[in-house]
């Protein structure tokens, strides 16, 4: 297909990068430090910041959720107009990241910020945004995508906008071994299937963007396997997979297929279960039902990924099942909640948000959302 790219977010990798923020905001600038519940006062991240801001004018702001609410956002919103911030320091992970596209976008607008979310309101500017990623595995700190919750009607939903890029991301590698090995694994399984909802789609014979994934997929496979040997290498390994998992660069010119993710985002939504804990009991299961239009590729990724000389299909997914398991990650949703009517809840959030039909030929109805939630129990 014909494309249009550019990804304008400057990298800064490597360890002790965060110093360079004194650089990297101009000094004039009025900065909204955002952060997360306080794991960066924790392991030395907040410290850093403080220290390269040291001649910067800021103000904090704290309390960004996971799986960020709207509620919290809009006080945030409210604070930093208060404040005259014209620039957002995200400091954490895809949470705190999203809030601040979020914030960015809703900062001149003077309705109801979730506007944004229901597409009522398209964004015509933004303040800018530049991040310290504390956690790697959405990818958001260089896409324009943000998902973000309201709590009060238990929905999930996203947005993007040109505007929305961070200019600039700091990813030292060194941040992440505050991380326990639920975030690590969550981080791990994110980017696994981000790439997998831009590469397990038709055959289109686009050689860069299959090949480029196979080579992410490769590498996030080998980060799983020697989960237990993480050294420094093991840590920027994964950094840097999850962050081209996720830039926009492997989806450009091909179709995508981001049915896990709509039903995974419902199920955070009404259960508040972690982002890639729902893709890890979603993913096999919706890949089972859609067996044949999915097939062609599955068979490619059984052969390219994981060396599989098989005509089976199903085993190529229960491989990547058996890879989540091996992570020790529950795939059963009956014990992430005790409601009896998952399928139904789930399948009125996507009709209001308005997924009848998704999926690369539009096969995921109702009744393959209900089939897959049942397998899924
Ligand atoms: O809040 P704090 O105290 O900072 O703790 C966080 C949070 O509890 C903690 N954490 C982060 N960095 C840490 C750390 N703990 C110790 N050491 C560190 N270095 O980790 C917890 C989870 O953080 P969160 O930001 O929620 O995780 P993640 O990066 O997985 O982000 C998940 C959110 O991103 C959305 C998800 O839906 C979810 O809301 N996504 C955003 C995408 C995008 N913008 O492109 C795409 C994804 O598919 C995804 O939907
Ligand atoms: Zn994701």
Redesign the pocket.
Known sequence: MNFTYKNPTLIEFGKGKIANLKNLIPKDRTILFL??????KR?G?YEQVIQALQNHSFVEFSG?E???TKETLDKAVLFARENNVDFILAV???????GSKYIASSFHYDGDGWDILENKYIPKKALDIGVVL??A????ES?S???ITKKQTKE?RFFGSPFTYPSFAILDPD??K??DDR?IV??LI?SFV?VCEQYLTINHGCLVQDRYSEALLLSILELMQTFDKKDDLWYANLMWSANQA?NGLIGTGVPQDWAT?FIG?EL?GLYGID??RTLAIIQPNLLRELLDEKSQKLLQMGKNVFAMQTDDVNKVIDKIESLYLSLGVNLKLSSYTDDKNIAQKVIELLHKHGFDRFGINRTVSKDTVEKIIKRSL
């Open positions: 952060y997360g519940g306080g794991s960066i392991n991240i960004v996971p799986n960020p954490g992970g895809g949470s705190v990241i999203d504390t956690l595995a959405t990818g958001s896409n995508g943000a998902v999930k941040v992440l505050s991380l975030q969550n981080g994110d981000h996720l993710h985002h955070s982002h890639a």
